[in-house]
T-cell receptor, first 114, second 110 residues
Framework: GAVVSQHPSWVICKSGTSVKIECRSLDFQATTMFWYRQFPKQSLMLMAT?????????EQGVEKDKFLINHASLTLSTLTVTSAHPEDSSFYIC??????????FGPGTRLTVL | GQQVMQIPQYQHVQEGEDFTTYCNSS?????IQWYKQRPGGHPVFLIQ?????EVKKQKRLTFQFGEAKKNSSLHITATQTTDVGTYFC??????????FGTGTKLQVIP
């Protein structure tokens, strides 16, 4: 199947700093990517839909000014957590799908904010 | 939107026993996907069901979509330790957007 990578796989940062997470589709072009957040022992919650060349679509309750999404090319979407706080500590996972096909998930990025 | 509920939340079974997780929605679903997430890992696509009453099998796994397209189930026959993980049902909506159910965590005791 298709491969999606994420970088970094884990990051620890101080409260108030910003963190950028990259999501890449390695062997296919993805016009749409998705960003999820998963807290311990909970399900994945969709944060936003990242559209190549246009603004992301955020789910209800997700602050677009705090979670900046940029989908600059057909193979790369980035999520920047701005002014991170301890409550933003979570497992962030991206996914990409071929049209009419299953979604392929990245390995995830574990963010810890001190 | 409302999250799709899954029951049970947790299930411990002895290796060799069967396991079933149920997925329930208050609204009619156009389709439903199933994913497996191993501890510490990311979700891996298992299958997609589209038709009312559809039943699909993958070796020891049997997936079913309800007649009213409001519920679905995953049944594992004769569980093995490799089946350990959390199983999510996930309705897929417009623009391929997938929203995950609450999940069922399966633990298999050797």
């Amino acid at each position: 199947g298709a491969v999606v990578s994420q970088h970094p796989s884990w990051v620890i940062c101080k409260s108030g700093t910003s963190v950028k997470i990259e999501c890449r589709s390695l062997d296919f072009q993805a016009t749409t990517m998705f960003w999820y957040r998963q807290f311990p022992k909970q399900s994945l919650m969709l944060m936003a839909t990242s559209n190549e060349g246009s603004k992301a679509t955020y789910e209800q309750g997700v602050e677009k000014d705090k979670f900046l999404i940029n989908h600059a090319s057909l193979t790369l979407s980035t999520l920047t957590v701005t002014s991170a706080h301890p409550e933003d500590s979570s497992f962030y996972i991206c996914s990409a799908a071929l049209p009419g096909n299953e979604q392929f998930f990245g390995p995830g990025t574990r963010l810890t904010v001190l | 939107g409302q999250q799709v509920m899954q029951i049970p939340q947790y299930q411990h079974v002895q290796e060799g026993e069967d396991f079933t997780t149920y997925c329930n929605s208050s609204t009619t679903l156009s389709n439903i996907q199933w994913y497996k997430q191993r501890p510490g890992g990311h979700p891996v696509f298992l299958i997609q069901l589209v038709k009312s009453g559809e039943v699909k099998k993958q070796k020891r796994l049997t997936f079913q979509f309800g007649e009213a397209k409001k519920n679905s189930s995953l049944h594992i026959t004769a569980t093995q330790t490799t089946d350990v993980g959390t199983y999510f049902c996930a309705p897929s909506g417009g623009y391929q957007k997938v929203t995950f159910g609450t999940g069922t965590k399966l633990q298999v005791i050797p």
